[in-house]
């Protein structure tokens, strides 16, 4: 008998890379480029949310009708990226990886038991980029992209189609574990059935991503014994919110 493959669908920023702004500051150039306005970008909450979502959500805050923005969001995608290589080549900018990830990363690639898919709010070129430039893009040929769709909730069935696509395997929402850092990694689990490790690297602490009932919820992700440990338990239903 075949051990079901379990599909892990992995968050990038605040999961897997700590950003240190390089999205932020080419965002800011790329919208002043297409829009002549940024919003109110230097405080704005850039967690769990798609790269077209903030957009908008800046946009709306200086009053711009969803059809003027609508009209101009494809434009947006070539000078991101454009200011996003810049920014990726500045050591205060350059994205790291966070604790624990490269090695976690590493021994999931080397076992049966899973594979591993992007789940993502970046543009799909864009969270490439950021993790070259962590060092850690290798480890990955398929996934989700904020340029899939604006909304989160939709990301999971396109992650797990395009995985089951490219390794033949049979694999369902309801059998992948999200991995990500804020409540919206956790809603859009549950959205498609998915189940939900909730990882406290992305500004949100233990408790606040407890509060969102994820099926588990770790401190970070520097520890891989205890990572896959929590994996497995949640793979095989054991259920355990601390
Ligand atoms: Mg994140």
């Not at 060092?135 to 069935?157: M, N, Q, T, W, Y």
């Not at 969102?212 to 770790?218: G, I, S």
């Amino acid at each position: 008998m075949t051990a079901l493959v379990r599909l892990l669908l992995l968050d990038v920023d605040g999961t897997l890379i700590e950003p240190r702004g390089a999205g932020r500051v080419a965002l800011r150039s790329a919208m002043l480029e297409v829009y002549g306005q940024t919003g109110p970008i230097d405080d704005h909450d850039f967690r769990g949310k798609t790269d077209p979502w903030i957009v908008r959500d800046l946009l709306r805050c200086c009053a711009w009708a969803d059809e003027e923005i609508d009209a101009r969001l494809h434009e947006v995608w070539e000078p991101y990226l454009r200011h996003l290589d810049a920014a990726l080549e500045t050591a205060v900018t350059r994205p790291t990886p966070c604790r624990g990830v490269p090695e976690l990363l590493r021994r999931l690639s080397g076992d049966a038991r899973y594979e591993l898919a992007l789940l993502t709010g970046n543009v799909e070129e864009g969270a490439t980029r950021k993790l070259r430039a962590a060092g850690i893009s290798h480890r990955f040929d398929v996934g989700a992209f904020g340029s899939d769709s604006e909304c989160r909730a939709d990301l999971p069935p396109i992650a797990v189609a395009r995985a089951a696509r490219r390794t033949g395997l049979s694999l369902r929402a309801e059998d992948a574990i999200v991995v990500g850092d804020t409540p919206e990694d956790v809603l859009c689990a549950r959205a498609n059935g998915s189940r939900v490790v909730a990882v406290a690297t992305g500004g949100f602490s233990a408790d606040d991503l407890r509060s969102h009932d994820p099926d588990r919820v770790l401190d970070d992700l520097s520890d891989s014994d205890s990572v896959l440990e929590a994996l497995d338990d949640v793979a095989t239903g054991a259920r355990r919110v601390r």
